[in-house]
């Protein structure tokens, strides 16, 4: 297949921070792909450009959930358990129901969106995507308080948050205005490239509610606090 939109490569921080221009998201631990969606029809392509064959009925739920016709997606897809969390098992073994996290829109209806600023992408996104539940889901995101994130993302054991310039273009050419913080203490961390390692030597899900995170990170700061400048 040829593949007309190159994936947003994410930079990486040991450290959280917390800044006004910038927007932080949960990271979701999954397969990342963009979802091509054309006359109502979708293939998740990976980051290397294979399209996900085994994902073909979630590939046509997203485009039926989807309000238009034609649409390219970046996100992520995850297997959720009973909490909302990303199962990353559950999803390489297939045990569980499939669902595709959306955080970017590439094009809409024909129309290029790469250079329009992030903030401006995610509107257009949360418009098209169904606020019910379904097997797509909107990426939500907190303004200026990584830190406070961050904190709650280990709290519950998540695999960490990605920080994006609010005004970044999508240009995958380009030095990475997104940069993944990683929760060091995640535990389904542990054993994950001997999981791939024997896997290779073979031959309803409930949406996490980011909004409960982001009221306790805007309650925990409702005094202001120094804000300390990250470079891009």
């Not at 910038?22 to 980051?47: N, P």
């Not at 199962?87 to 297939?94: A, D, G, H, P």
């Not at 280990?154 to 205005?177: F, P, Q, T």
């Amino acid at each position: 297949m040829v593949v007309p939109f190159q994936p947003m490569l994410l930079g990486r921080r040991a450290a959280p921070f917390d800044h006004p221009e910038w927007v932080f998201e949960v990271k979701h631990d999954g397969f990342r792909a963009i979802a091509y969606v054309k006359a109502g029809h979708c293939q998740l392509v990976s980051r290397r450009g294979y399209v996900y064959k085994r994902f073909q009925a979630l590939a046509e739920q997203i485009a039926e959930s989807l309000d238009v016709q034609n649409a390219v997606l970046d996100g992520e897809i995850v297997c959720l358990d009973g909490h909302g969390k990303s199962q990353f098992k559950t999803l390489l073994y297939r045990r569980g129901t499939p669902c595709f996290y959306a955080f970017d829109i590439l094009e809409l209806q024909g129309k290029d969106l790469r250079a329009l600023p992030l903030v401006t992408r995610k509107r257009h996104l949360k418009r098209i995507v169904p606020c019910a539940p379904s097997a797509l889901l909107y990426v939500d995101h907190i303004e200026e308080r990584g830190e406070e994130l961050f904190q709650l993302a280990c709290r519950e054991d998540l695999e960490g948050i990605v920080a994006k310039w609010k005004n970044g273009l999508y240009d995958a050419e380009r030095v990475s205005s997104w940069v993944k913080i990683k929760n060091p203490g995640y535990s389904q961390i542990l054993g994950r490239q001997e999981l791939f390692d024997r896997r290779n030597s073979r031959t309803g899900p409930q949406h996490l509610n980011t909004q409960r995170l982001f009221t306790r990170v805007r309650a925990a700061t409702a005094r202001p606090t120094p804000i300390r400048i990250a470079s891009r």
